[in-house]
């Protein structure tokens, strides 16, 4: 069987205004960011022929067939999917076998929701446990986080590393919410507790917003607008379990067998990683997913997150972007859609390498995880 | 009893006698008549071996904290009162694990691993919830 490797790439991304952006639907976040991601990659309406979307989670309108119809676009592959937190990376994967197999040459992956001004309870109901007041996914998080503090000795002096840190690139970077807010040490502590053990700061902010991107084949990528990135490697893995009765709380979670397909795929090691997009809906779930890949040992993350080596400048690049802590809340599009551009080359004053006094990379690590870490995909990408 | 206001239980085919037993003041659970596993929440079928034989055990009700949350603001109106209030994942003592609140012991005190039992509040006339009070 052949390999995927270095068979598809991605080709276009598309943004759209996020934060508090009242006053639109979830479909129209889909259409904007597809339209952007058409322009970006040079392509007209008509060159695209598949599209996945990514359900909008509090508003299930939005359908696939609906988001072709806006687009006015006729595709001979098409579905929504969804693996929740993990569901761009997946687009991603499933993508890059259509285009591989000639079922399709250009597909278009989106996501779009007006989840901040246009949902009450978003998430509120992921896994049940309303009837004893268990709302939100930050509490289910914190369940993991605490036991995790229990574990192995992790806490706040350990999260507090990351939420700097990608508030530290959030301030370089002119599309993120956090971009005009710098954060201290002593910000992150004094910031209320919502759910302990979570601080406000270790908990991202959801967004009205949508994002999209395109894969095509590594053949027709060379002829377009944009430098190719690459799909080097690919992998997940979906614990699925109820968390209540998870054993990956504390991991190991889908990073593990995930990470470890996709940098078979490459035939890379972590040494080659340049850069890690790591999905951040929480500031733990950075720890056990960085944990889980293999960059440090169990319960050894408060030794390796310091935020001068996660930060500008630092010799581990995080969640460049600011990520969904600090950047926007757009599920696994924020990771991915942040190697895309650092790889090209186009992130201004964030740009891994000399603007930044960071090692230029050639490979990144793009991670997605969802639900309470009951899915994950990895992607490997490289210019 | 029909001022409470939170929200209760959504019940379905699947967990309704799971919920007939608490109002009975029980914590039954389906045992897998194959492969013995316990599981929860309830479900047609074993996830661990998928044969769809099982009998509703009774669980002693003993357990212990296994992790917990403390929530310092409200996220739902009708907690709003409750604040600081705790859910808890319990470590049932029999295997399977299940999310409650924990009673009798103030937010301060808890901790992962503390000793607990359960206890039923019944909140309207037709749902009882299972609770846990810290026992020593």
């Known amino acids: 069987m052949e390999s995927l490797k270095d068979k598809a790439a991605i080709v276009g991304v598309g943004y759209t205004p996020q934060g508090k952006v009242p006053g639109r639907t979830s479909l129209s976040f889909h259409l904007e960011a597809a339209r952007n991601a058409i322009s970006d990659a040079g392509l007209k309406i008509q060159d695209i022929d598949g599209l996945l979307i990514q359900p909008a989670m509090g508003d299930p309108s939005v359908t696939a067939a609906l988001v072709a119809q806006y687009l006015g676009v006729r595709v001979r592959f098409l579905s929504a999917l969804d693996a929740f937190g993990a569901s761009a990376g997946c687009q991603a994967q499933f993508a890059a076998m259509a285009v591989a197999h000639g079922l399709a040459n250009y597909v278009l992956c989106t996501y779009g929701e007006n989840a901040r001004s246009g949902v009450s309870e978003y998430g509120a109901a992921l896994n049940g446990g309303l009837e004893y007041g268990l709302f939100g996914p930050a509490a289910c998080y914190a369940i993991a986080a605490r036991r995790a503090m229990h574990e192995f000795g992790t806490g706040p002096e350990t999260w507090k590393e990351i939420a700097v840190a990608q508030r530290r690139w959030a301030n370089l970077n002119p599309r993120a919410s956090m971009y005009t807010r710098p954060m201290t040490y002593q910000d992150y502590y004094d910031a209320r507790i919502l759910v302990e053990p979570f601080r406000l700061f270790d908990i991202c902010q959801i967004s009205d917003s949508g994002r999209a991107f395109i894969v095509t084949t590594a053949e027709r990528a060379r002829g377009l607008k944009k430098r190719p990135v690459y799909i080097m490697g690919m992998g997940q893995d979906h614990p699925a379990t109820n968390p209540q009765q998870a054993t990956f709380l504390t991991g190991p979670t889908g990073a593990k067998l995930s990470g470890e397909q996709a940098l078979k795929m490459a035939g890379i090691t972590l040494k080659d990683i340049g850069a890690c997009e790591i999905y951040d809906c929480f500031t733990y779930t950075v720890e056990v997913e960085l944990m889980d890949y293999g960059f440090y040992g169990r319960g050894e993350g408060k030794d390796f997150l310091k935020a001068g080596r996660l930060g500008p400048g630092g010799d581990f690049p995080l969640n460049t972007s600011g990520g969904l802590l600090s950047e926007a809340y757009q599920m696994g599009f924020t990771p991915l859609t942040e190697a895309v551009v650092q790889l090209r080359g186009e992130a201004g004053d964030r740009q891994l390498g000399a603007p930044t006094r960071t090692r230029e990379p050639e490979v990144i690590l793009v991670s997605n995880n969802g639900g309470v870490m009951q899915t994950h995909s990895t992607l490997i990408l490289r210019k | ?136």
């Open chain 2, 1 to 136: 009893m029909t001022s409470y206001t939170k929200p209760l239980p959504i019940i379905n085919d699947d967990n309704r006698q799971y919920w007939g037993y608490c109002k009975q003041h029980e914590l039954r659970m389906q045992q897998c008549n194959n492969c013995g596993y316990i599981r929860f929440p309830p479900g047609i079928l074993c996830p661990r071996c998928h044969s769809m034989d099982a009998s509703w055990v009774k669980l002693s009700g003993r357990g212990k904290i296994y992790s917990f949350v403390v929530y310092r603001v409200s996220y739902h109106p009708s907690y709003a009162d409750d604040i600081p209030y705790t859910v808890a994942v319990i470590q049932l003592a029999e295997g399977p694990r299940m999310e409650s609140n924990i009673t009798g012991i103030k937010v301060e005190d808890l901790k992962v691993d503390t000793p607990v039992e359960v206890c039923f509040d019944d909140v309207t006339d037709e749902v009882s919830l299972p609770k846990f009070k810290a026992v020593s």
